[in-house]
């Protein structure tokens, strides 16, 4: 009886599952709103195979910045294919002394190193760090939401490819969320115990005002 019952709740499993699965695809239409649940579709008929490649991480991200740290990205908005199916990519460019700012993001994020040396780790919310020497070839795994870095620790460029579980993870960076803004000085003291000489340094270098 219990083997019978455990085949049928199977195959209700797998019935259910595929009946889930409506359409082979879902890519992305830029030109019509955008909600909570993702675009909607383009029209099948106007789909190619052109809509499922994307080259734009050939080419390496701008690291001409304060971190001397560059992305490029294919998020649904790039790569529109991705619209519905869980995943997107960036690819990172760590100059020699440079850092991926501590950062967030809605989703886990497996990062792969392909050239140099970095040091990748997160904070979990018990501000326990985890972080790793990592060398071509080693993987990471970020969990979900928690804050994370990436520092170049070798003598060459480091170049990074991290994988989501999400077409449109996001990416909230604490420096430039809380210097890139108006955002009174006054109030980051208060939450950051930071000097306003300090803060009136970053908010010049991020551009922020107030």
Known sequence: MTSTIFIVFTLLISSSYVNAIEFDYCVAD??????PTGYACKDPSKVTTEDFTYSGLRTPGNSSNIFKFGVSYAFVSQFPA????????????????GAG???????????????????AGFIDTNSKPFYKKLQAGDMFI???????FQVNVGNTRA??????????????AVP???????????????ISLLDEAQ???LKKAFGGTN
């Open 30 to 35: 830029p030109s019509l709103p955008h909600g």
């Open 82 to 97: 991705l619209n519905g199916l869980g995943l997107s990519m960036v690819r990172a460019d760590i100059e020699v002394g």
């Open 101 to 119: 700012p501590i950062h967030t993001h809605r989703s886990s994020e497996l990062i792969l190193v392909t050239e140099g040396t970095i040091i």
């Open 142 to 148: 970020i969990p979900p939401t928690l804050e994370h």
């Open 159 to 172: 170049v990074v490819y991290a994988a989501y579980n999400s077409p449109n993870p996001g990416v909230q």
């Open 176 to 190: 430039i969320s809380l210097f890139k803004n108006d955002l009174p000085t006054d109030i980051i003291q208060k």
């Open 199 to 201: 803060i009136a340094k």
